[in-house]
C-alpha cells in the first residue's frame, strides 16, 4: 500500500467516524434546560426543549450533515420520546445553524397519530419569530409575529372563521371589549406588562 493510499483511507477513516457526544452541560434535560439530543446514528446533535420531567426513550435522527457535532444546513431532523407512556415528536423540515433552527422551517409537534402544533414560517435561534402556526384540533390558525410562545407584534387569529387582528402583545391583544388572549388566560393580560 503507498503513503498516498494510507492517507487517503486515513482521512476517510476521520470522516466516517461519528461526531462525539455533545458535552454533558449542553445536553437536553426533560423537566429542565433545552440541550442537545445526539442522532445515534451518526451522531449528529439536535437542540431540543420544552419535554416534560417525566419523558423518557428519547432519541434523535438528521437527513443532513453534522460537520462539527450539531446538525448543519438543509434536511429533516426529528426527535422522539415517550410521555405518560405515549409517543411524541418533533419535526423539523428546513434549516438548521449549530443543530439549532434557523431560516425557513417547517416544526410538527405529535402525540400518537395526532398532529398537536404546525409552525410554519421563520425561525431564529430554535425560536419560532413569524409566520403560521396552526393547531388542527380545535381548527385555530395564527398568522404574524411570535415571540418565545407568544403572539407577539402585528398578527390575526382564526379561530372557526372568526378573524381577530391587530397588534398582539406576549399573547394578548386589546380588543374594544377588553383582552382577547391567545397561548395564555386572560385574566393574565390585565395589569400585566405585555
Known amino acids: 500500500m503507498t503513503r498516498g493510499t494510507r492517507t487517503c483511507l486515513a482521512l476517510m477513516a476521520m470522516f466516517c467516524v461519528a461526531a462525539a457526544p455533545p458535552p454533558e452541560e449542553e445536553r437536553l434535560v426533560p423537566g429542565g434546560r433545552a440541550g442537545f439530543v445526539t442522532d445515534g446514528a451518526g451522531g449528529c446533535w439536535l437542540w431540543g426543549g420544552g419535554l416534560r420531567a417525566d419523558a423518557t426513550d428519547l432519541t434523535a435522527s438528521w437527513t443532513g450533515s453534522c460537520p462539527e457535532g450539531p446538525a448543519e444546513g438543509e434536511g429533516r431532523g426529528e426527535i422522539h420520546w415517550r410521555e405518560g407512556g405515549m409517543p411524541r415528536a418533533m419535526i423539523y ?22 398532529v398537536l402544533a404546525i409552525q410554519q414560517g421563520q425561525f431564529r435561534d430554535d425560536f419560532f419569530v413569524s409566520g403560521r402556526v396552526e393547531l388542527p384540533g380545535p381548527r385555530i390558525v395564527y398568522e404574524g409575529g411570535w415571540s ?47
Do not use: M, Y
Open 148 to 194: 418565545r410562545s407568544h403572539p407577539n407584534g402585528r398578527g390575526r387569529l382564526i379561530v372557526e372563521g372568526r378573524v381577530i387582528q391587530g397588534e398582539w402583545r406576549n399573547g394578548c391583544l386589546r380588543g374594544p371589549r377588553g383582552w382577547i388572549a391567545f397561548t395564555r388566560p386572560a385574566q393574565e393580560c390585565e395589569g400585566t406588562d405585555t
Open 93 to 114: 423540515e428546513g434549516t438548521l445553524r449549530r443543530g439549532k433552527s434557523e431560516g425557513q422551517g417547517r416544526l410538527t409537534i405529535t402525540a400518537g397519530k395526532d
